[in-house]
């Protein structure tokens, strides 16, 4: 499913001047597979230009507790994106906008993490961070990405983001959490533009 959505707000917030100057560039495809983005499980709403990208996942979620399968422990979901890169110009990711849910019993740890890559390199950049219980709580995390790793010039660059959370109750065996990824969004300042 896709829907448009209205980003006036982040437009009117202002860029650097680098980022008024690549701002043609626009997300031509997505798509997302996953343990945790099956198929028709994930919605996907894009501005009118096509800048940024709100994926709501329905079944993002990992598990542990006494009687849990061990695979449902960590979830991932691969989201493969093609995006148009103005003449002149090349992108990197600066970070990734999460909103998520968690609950965790005492010393049971939620690890999250994000990478990703183009197509046409083996480079990666990424970032992570964890949650410790008792902790229970819906928070927007923002992932930041570094090393950052440059997209072709002027050409479609396809990659790839890949999104994973590993929940773990080795320090608790009696104890149980949950950890679920709500919605990844990919807006206008999470690209780092720079002249070719
Ligand atoms: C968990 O996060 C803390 C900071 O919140 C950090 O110091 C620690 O290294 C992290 N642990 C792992 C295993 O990533
Ligand atoms: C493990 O989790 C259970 C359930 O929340 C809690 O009652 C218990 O105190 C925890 N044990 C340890 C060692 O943290």
Redesign the pocket.
């Known amino acids: 499913m896709s829907v448009k959505i209205s980003l006036v707000p982040i437009f009117i917030c202002g860029f650097l001047a680098l980022q008024a100057a690549a701002q043609d560039y626009s997300i031509k495809s997505y798509a997302f597979l996953g343990t945790g983005c099956p198929a028709g499980s994930t919605t996907v709403a894009t501005d009118a230009k096509n800048q940024a990208l709100l994926a709501r996942f329905n079944a993002f979620t990992a598990n542990v507790g006494p009687g849990v399968p061990i695979s449902h422990s960590r979830k991932n979901c691969d989201a493969t994106l093609t995006i148009s890169v103005p003449d002149g110009y090349k992108f990197s990711f600066n970070h990734f906008g999460y909103y998520t849910g968690y609950s965790l019993?005492?010393?049971v740890n939620a690890r999250y993490n994000t990478y990703y890559y183009f197509q046409s390199d083996i480079a990666e950049g990424g970032g992570n961070g964890n949650v410790t219980g008792l902790s229970s709580d819906l928070k927007y995390i923002s992932t930041p990405v570094s090393p950052p790793v440059w997209s072709d010039c002027g050409i479609d660059a396809t990659v790839i983001v890949d999104t994973a959370v590993r929940v773990s109750n080795t320090a608790?065996r009696?104890?149980s959490g949950t950890f679920n990824y709500q919605q990844l969004n990919i807006l206008p300042d999470s690209f780092t533009w720079a002249r070719c």
């Open positions: 019993d005492k010393s608790n009696s104890g």
